[in-house]
């Protein structure tokens, strides 16, 4: 059980293109799910913060407008790179938070995206 | 306040030896302390996690001691295995605050047969 997935796992764009990347909890309902980068070699840097049906609260830093979190649904958030740079480049990761029965404390992963900007 | 220091940076052992990572906080409010393993190209997995009310928690060849007073955990992998070789990172949590993780800056483990 717990299980979060990612869509897609890698991603090629082209600079000053935008790109979605989905972040699903399959088998729980996700109160609350997070958006970390993380560059190689380092650790996972938090984003922003995503609550279902309200505006995502963003990390000091983290441009709001250029990385839009949408957390529609219990079970779905995604994360739109817009505009995107090579800097941008990064592994995007999400987690979820169960609401339900699960450890309120405990953050299932999803498996990445690798965002590679040209 | 809000950072958690993790040493060392990298560290080699045998097979069948002891694999130790320590972490340190300095926010006495952190009430959730996890233990994360990540292999190259995957999401971070939960090993292990311990709450400040218990000193100690086991679980198969992971072991998580915890020090309140000297605001200090660390991480034992007994009988070290290659397949063990990943990169380690701790983490702090604060409940209140919307169950915002802060992450040590990660343990680059390798172990040799």
């Known amino acids: 059980g717990a299980v979060v997935s990612q869509h897609p796992s890698r991603v090629i764009c082209k600079s000053g293109t935008s790109v979605k990347i989905e972040c699903r909890s399959l088998d729980f309902q996700a109160t609350t799910m997070f958006w970390y980068r993380q560059f190689p070699k380092q650790s996972l840097m938090l984003m922003a913060t995503s609550n279902e049906g309200s505006k995502a609260t963003y990390e000091q830093g983290v441009e709001k407008d250029k990385f839009l979190i949408n957390h529609a649904s219990l079970t779905l958030s995604t994360l739109t790179v817009t505009s995107a740079h090579p800097e941008d480049s990064s592994f995007y990761i999400c987690?979820?938070?169960?609401?339900?029965?699960?450890?309120?404390?405990?953050?299932?992963f999803g498996p990445g995206t690798r965002l590679t900007v040209t | 306040q809000q950072q958690v220091k993790q040493s060392p940076q990298s560290l080699i052992v045998q097979k069948g030896g002891i694999s130790i990572i320590n972490c340190a906080y300095e926010?006495?409010?952190?009430?959730?302390f996890p233990w994360y393993q990540q292999f190259p190209g995957k999401g971070p997995a939960l090993l292990i996690a311990i709450r400040p009310d218990v000193s100690e928690k086991k679980e198969g060849r992971f072991t998580i001691s915890f020090n309140k007073s000297a605001k200090q955990f660390s991480l034992h992998i007994m009988d070290s295995q290659p397949g063990d070789s990943a990169t380690y990172f701790c983490a702090a949590s604060l409940r209140y605050n919307t169950d915002k993780l802060i992450f040590g800056t990660g343990t680059r483990l390798q172990v040799f047969p």
């Open positions: 987690s979820a938070r169960d609401g339900g029965q699960g450890d309120p404390y405990e953050q299932y």
């Open positions: 926010n006495t409010a952190f009430d959730y």
